[in-house]
């Protein structure tokens, strides 16, 4: 199980995979300790403090390197009829021209360029992976498990919504009551979305609210659910912040927080238009709060 909750933590999980681990985690209290522990450690590894910028002077020492080679180079030996190449950069059959000028390239120089051109290429690599998307503390990361493991719910169970109906204002009304804050509907739809229904979910132990759409033949979820207290303060509940994208199991979420709630939008639409979605309901959403 130690090593399905490693792979669940990294999304590498198929979508049974999932769902099983997901229900075992609720059972099992030592195993959910594991998987908060993995999350933080994931969390701490996405920190800035391990990102370190090269020093300003790196680049002219380089280029300096290249043009006049490392301390302690030998010249280039100047080859004469008398005295014939030694090592070359190439073999040759026909025998140096008088006065011709052939390059020996030092062992050492060779060994240190080939390293320094592995410990680059494995930098860089490092660095993609830790930045494929913004950093989340661990509650976040937990909450972003869970909205796309109950967008994946919501189409295995064939269980979209609790209400269907495309009118905003009956889909809103009927929520009230069910959860501890207001959600509300955005009217009109985005251009090119409709509106499906609604239904409850359970987010981070509590009941949230689901918003579903349709736009072309994809489904996107739009979850409601109270912001961790951090991100709460950080964002100061700013209308105008723009939404962060993430990928999850093969899934595209956008999401933002305004104020004392989180809009995470969760689709297998393209990133591109999954934004352009997020950008248009989650600010209508929070400005038509009642």
């Known amino acids: 199980m130690q090593t399905l909750i490693q792979s669940y933590v990294d999304g590498e999980l198929d979508t049974v995979s999932t769902i099983e681990v997901e229900h075992h985690l609720r059972d099992c209290s030592a195993c959910a300790q594991a998987c908060e522990d993995l999350q933080r450690l994931q969390t701490a590894l996405h920190a800035r403090a391990l990102y370190h910028r090269a020093p300003p002077g790196l680049q002219l020492r380089l280029q300096a390197t290249l043009e006049h080679g490392l301390p302690g180079t030998p010249e280039p030996e100047k080859l004469t009829p008398e005295r014939p190449a030694t090592t070359t950069l190439a073999p040759t059959s026909s025998a140096p021209a008088p006065g011709a000028v052939r390059v020996r390239l030092p062992q050492a120089l060779v060994w240190w360029w080939g390293g320094l051109a592995m410990v680059i290429v494995c930098l860089t690599m490092w660095s993609v992976s830790l ?117 999850r199991r093969g899934y595209h979420v956008c999401y933002m927080t305004l104020g004392d709630l989180t809009y995470w939008a969760v689709s297998d639409l393209d990133e591109a238009s999954l934004t352009k979605f997020t950008t248009q309901v989650i600010p209508s959403v929070a400005n038509h709060c009642p």
Request: glycine content about 8%.
């Open 131 to 247: 930045r494929r998307g913004p950093r989340l503390d661990a509650a976040e990361a937990r909450v972003a498990q869970e909205v796309v493991a109950g967008h994946v719910r919501s189409l295995l169970a064939d269980h979209l919504t609790d209400l269907t109906s495309a009118d905003q204002h009956t889909v809103q009304t009927w929520f009230k009551g069910k959860l501890t804050f207001a959600a509300a509907v955005p009217k009109p739809s985005p251009a090119g979305a409709t509106l499906v229904g609604g239904r409850l979910d359970y987010v981070d132990n509590k009941p949230v609210a689901a918003l579903v759409y349709q736009q072309q033949q994809h489904v996107i979820n739009v979850f409601i659910c109270p912001a961790v207290r951090e991100t709460a303060a950080a964002t100061g509940g700013s209308v105008g912040a723009a939404p962060q994208t993430l990928t």
